[in-house]
C-alpha cells in the first residue's frame, strides 16, 4: 500500500515518521512506497490556538488531493496536535485518513497501563488527548499546561531541542509518574523525540509516533487492511 503523509508540522517530527518507516518496512523485507506532502506549522499553530477546526480541515483537504494524485492510498497526519480537526478533515477527505490517536487506547490497555501521562501541545495536554483515551486515564501537569505547551510550540518550529527545555520535559514527566500515578509518560508530540532522545529518564516512556509508525507499516506491507481499521471514507 502506498502511504501518504501530510509532513512539515513539525519537520523534525516528518524526518523522524520517514526514519522509523523505512526502518520498519526493511525489519518486515518490505519495500515502501510512500509520498509526502508539505504542510504549514505556522498556520496549524494559528488554527489550533483558534480553534478554527473547518479552516485547517480544508488545508488537510487540498493536501491529500496531491497524495491522491500521486498515488497514494491512504493518509496520515504526522502530528498528534494537528488531529484537532480530524473528524472535519476525514468529512472532506478524498482518501482514507490513519489516525495517530484510535491505536494508542489499545496499546495502553493491551499494556496494561492504568494512568499514562501526557507531553505535548497544550490542547493535547487539556483535552487529554482530545478524550480519545476510553481505557486509560490520562493525567497532566494542569497547572504548567500553557507553559508547557509554549515550550513544545517553540521546539517544534525551531527542529532543535536546547539543554534546558530538554530538563523541563524530563522534569515534567518524571513529577507526572512521582506525584500523580502514571506508569508512563506519552510523548504526545511528535516533536519531543527531540528532546528525549537519547536519555534515561528513569521512567517509562511511550512515543506515540511510535504506534502511529507501527500501524502505518502494517497497512504499507498489507499485514493489516484500512477496511479492518474501518478507516474507509
Keep these: ?59 488537510y483537504a487540498r493536501l491529500i488531493d496531491r497524495l491522491q494524485a500521486a498515488g ?47 507531553l505535548g501541545t497544550r490542547v493535547v495536554m487539556q483535552t487529554r488527548l482530545y478524550g ?13 499546561t500553557d507553559t508547557l505547551g509554549q515550550l513544545y510550540q517553540e521546539m517544534a518550529v525551531a527542529g532543535v531541542c536546547d539543554t534546558a527545555t530538554r530538563a523541563r520535559f524530563l522534569d515534567a514527566g518524571r513529577r507526572m509518574v512521582t506525584d500523580l500515578g ?8 511528535t516533536d519531543l523525540n527531540l528532546a528525549f532522545g537519547g ?5 517509562r516512556v511511550i512515543d506515540a509516533l511510535d504506534v502511529h509508525v507501527a500501524l502505518l507499516a502494517d497497512l504499507a506491507s498489507g499485514s493489516r487492511t484500512l477496511d479492518a481499521l474501518g478507516s474507509r471514507p
Design 72 to 118: 497514494a492510498d491512504c493518509a496520515a497526519i504526522t502530528s498528534l496536535g494537528g488531529h484537532f480537526c480530524f473528524a472535519e478533515t476525514v468529512a472532506r477527505s478524498s482518501l482514507p485518513l490513519v489516525s495517530a490517536l484510535a491505536p494508542l487506547d489499545e496499546a495502553f490497555a493491551a499494556e496494561g497501563l492504568g494512568t499514562v501521562g501526557l
Design 1 to 59: 500500500m502506498h502511504i501518504g503523509l501530510i509532513g512539515g508540522i513539525g519537520p523534525a517530527a516528518t524526518v523522524v515518521y520517514y526514519q522509523r518507516l523505512v526502518a520498519a518496512m526493511a525489519a518486515r523485507g518490505n519495500r515502501l512506497e510512500l509520498t509526502i506532502v508539505q504542510a504549514d506549522i505556522h498556520e496549524l499553530i494559528r488554527n489550533t490556538l483558534a480553534d478554527r477546526k473547518l479552516e485547517q480541515a480544508e488545508t
Design 132 to 144: 480519545q483515551l476510553v481505557k486509560t486515564r490520562a493525567v497532566a501537569l494542569d497547572s504548567e
Design 182 to 189: 502514571a506508569k508512563a509518560v506519552v510523548l504526545a508530540g
Design 199 to 203: 536519555q534515561n529518564p528513569g521512567y
